[in-house]
């Protein structure tokens, strides 16, 4: 057992402390005991939180909210003081397991012991809701075990229903993977959202998995938004009522109060024994056992280490006491549990429309705010779980902001779209609202701005086209709008949608498509970089009209405001855009030149710390073309000339070591991108199955330590090259296309999958000057923009087309738009105009 160390405090308050029980981001957690000899956990505040005082406000809305909250599956706070120094609370000890920790180290609960969970937790928020808050946070991490039922914990981010929060509007904060679909867009959310995170806890402790998957925060967060909960783990007993939970429309969730009664249908009831699996009882019994081991004072606890609680579990199962609380109507482990159906037999219809059977009917509680009560102050009762392992692979405060392709900082004179939420593999940002002292499931809650208010709420209709050939019906327009000038770049941060050009950036509402603001540029060449950033920054380069100097520039997206500029190195010699930022680091690249005298020019990569608004390393050379930054991993990803005409060389740099160069490879090169090396690498890059996967003569996948090749596939008709290449949320599947057929993979293996034939397509070798489809993909679909002017949008898991939509200009030469699209909707840019189409069409 870990013990007090030089740094830790020996009192806070009246508590001596005698343990710590965990830490996280925000304070540390300990075993205290007062006076009296009680025993309570008291988080105790982080120093430099401390001296904020907007934090100290939110600790003191923890406190509050905390302290509204009663029940016997509740932590109730015992004493508190969010003025003092260091700012700190104390709640009743829970001696108990997570359920977190439980499932991972025991494994998922039987069907007895996960219906007692289910009336326990729903009875827990019956009292949190009853006392006007919303917990938001409501996670395995957060539920504890005990002998005597489950306890929910950590208020750190609850909300009053009387409106009291310290949490900006349009942001999402919570655990993705357990949050509601409203929560994850960032939208107002009511008592129902914590019953979703309910639903969700319990497929967790079914299945020992998160009902979205894993995998980057944003490409969870769709998941909630767009796609069904994997319910399949639980047993058929309680399978409808969490499927229920798990409803995308917080109307139709049942209320905890009918979670409750539909367990107590059962008349069972609760027999003798643990309510929990006899692994699971001994470790909570272990935990229960250092309060007896623990001495009275910190003197003797010094002389008298406490016992190894991580010892194997070779203890007799303890039995319940005598005066156990356990959740109406649960029963033993191993009692035979009847069938039961959702919803409750005589409950009303499920209404029109349901996307699936057996929805409760809209419920009071889950849409009417609660009344609050008096708000005197409040806590968490904290645990100890242990993180899971981290990617050592990747750097700490990993954060990818990138500028615009799906897994890839790429862009294209001609034509560009953009996307309305961080993409696939880009962590979610922002810093941890409040979260949890000890750090269960292991990160904080995350805060992020929210996208704009254009996602769907349910998955997308199946698709009436074909299957084989790209052939389907003609889809809407969302809006239309005219840029300053021909658009080569679109992004979308803080609710606008920001086009790129040589004339200036232009910023439209994302969701109705009106003006909100112009930033003018000089009309030059070179100033048709790309855009990248978040919600709150958005950094651009470009020629400043005032000072008729090449500049790095950070501008708020909402208003288009300048907070600062910075000269580039070099005079640019063709345009310069920001690839991506990874942990407050912007890569900067481009071509310049030495003497605007002599036309030699040579590419460059300069990376700038953002927040010291100042140069960190750079790179140059003459074979710099394109960069790719992955989602994961240092290394970044150049592309440049080979040692032969037709070649093309791959180098990576680390990012993370001064842009240090590492693996070279030489690759076949596509010629009909060779005259935009700038916009975007020549060879089309992805990211796929933990590599790069690019595009050329074949699609191959390239590991992205060594430079080992995986493996490769070729085109079905002989001589046929790909011209772009897209990969899936999760990176399990690819997507590639020459100009005749659009091709499906299996990211891990490189075989076939699908195929879908391109109308009108030729197998001819293209001649310079023109392009190959373009692909991507995003919320169940595929996006190809064929050399004939036509938009396809395809159902990736099948390659059945859903709609089509022509391009606004027929594209001269063949040239197509880049398609890079998430959250539901497509930005078009092409020409001057910009065009939005909906996912669904």
Known sequence: ????????????????????????????????????????????????????????NRFRAEVAAARRVSGAFTAPVVDADPDGDPPWMATAFVSGLSLHDAVRRHGP??????????????????????????????????????????????????HALDGTSFTREGTIVGSPGYMSPEQSLGRSVSTASDVFALGSTMVYAASGQRPFGDG?????????????????????????????????????RPTPRALIDFVSRDESGAGGGSWLPDAVTRAVSRAADVLTDLPASRDAADAHPAPNTTSPDDR?????????????????PGASVPSQTWPPPGSAAPPAGSARPGTWPPPPEASVPLA?????????????????????????????????????????????????????????????????????????????????????????????GRRGVLDGPAAATSWTAKASGPVTDVAVYGGSVIATSQNGRDAFDAGAGRPRWTIPLTGSWNDRGRVAGDD???????????????????????????????????????????????????????????????????????????????????????????????????????????????DGRLVTLDATHGGARGWTTDVPTVSTQGYVPVDRPPIPVCWAAG???????RVRLIEPDRGKQVWDFAAATAGETFTDCASDTDGDTVFAATRTTLYCLDARKGTLRWRSSIPGGSAS?????????????????????????????????????????????????????????????????????????DAAG
């Open 691 to 697: 590599g790069f996967v690019y595009c050329a003569d």
């Open 216 to 252: 980057a925060p944003a490409a969870v967060l769709r998941r909630v938004v767009g796609d069904p909960a994997d319910v399949g783990a639980l047993p058929a007993s309680i399978r409808d009522v969490v499927a229920a939970c798990l409803d995308k429309d917080p109307v139709r």
């Open 372 to 464: 609050t009560g008096p708000s005197p102050g409040a806590s968490t009762r904290p645990e100890s779980p242990s993180p899971p392992e981290p990617d050592r692979r990747q750097p700490a405060r990993r954060r990818l902001l990138l500028g615009l392709a799906a897994g890839a900082a790429v862009a294209v004179s001609g034509g560009v779209a953009a996307v309305l939420l961080p993409r696939q593999g880009d962590p979610v940002r922002g810093a941890a609202a409040m979260p949890s002292a000890t750090g269960a499931e292991s990160a904080p809650p995350a805060t992020v701005p929210a996208p704009p208010p254009v996602v769907p709420h349910a998955p997308l209709p199946a698709p009436t």
């Open 109 to 158: 609960l039987p069907e007895a012991s996960l219906r007692m969970l289910l009336a326990g937790v729903s009875e827990a928020l019956v009292g949190i809701h009853a006392a006007g808050v919303i917990h938001r946070d409501l996670k395995p991490g957060n539920v504890l075990l005990a002998l005597d039922g489950p306890h929910v914990i950590d208020f750190g981010i609850a």
């Open 765 to 837: 070798r293209p001649t310079f000057g023109t392009q190959g489809p373009m692909v991507r993909h995003d919320f169940g679909n595929v996006y190809v923009a064929d050399t004939t002017g036509t938009l396809w949008a395809v159902e990736a898991a099948t390659g059945t087309t859903r709609w089509k939509h022509p391009f606004p200009v027929q594209p001269p030469g063949g040239r197509v738009p880049i398609l890079t699209a998430a959250a539901g909707v497509v930005v078009i840019g092409y020409g001057f105009q910009l065009t939005t189409i």
């Open 1 to 56: 057992m870990e013990q007090l160390d030089a740094s830790d405090p020996r009192r806070i308050g009246p508590y001596v402390l005698l343990l710590p029980l965990g830490s996280g981001g925000m304070g540390k957690v300990y075993l205290g005991r007062s006076a009296a000899g009680r025993a309570v956990a008291v988080k105790v505040i982080r120093a430099d939180f401390a001296a904020d005082e907007h934090f100290r």
């Open 316 to 332: 007799p199962t303890s039995a319940a006491p005598e005066t156990s609380a356990l959740p109406e109507g649960a029963a033993p």
């Open 536 to 646: 709150r920054v958005a950094y651009l380069t470009g020629t400043n009209a005032a000072v008729r100097q090449d500049v790095l520039s950070a501008v708020q997206p909402g208003t288009g405001r300048e907070l600062w500029t910075l000269p580039l190195p070099h005079v640019a010699w063709t345009p310069t855009g920001v690839a991506g930022i990874v942990d407050d680091i912007a890569f900067v690249t481009g071509r310049g030149i030495a003497d605007v005298t002599t036309p030699s020019s040579f590419g460059f990569v300069w990376a700038v710390d953002v927040r010291t608004r100042a140069g960190v390393w750079e790179t140059v050379g003459t074979d710099i073309g394109g960069l790719f930054v992955p989602p994961r991993g240092p290394n970044l990803l150049l592309h440049g000339d080979g040692d032969r005409s037709s």
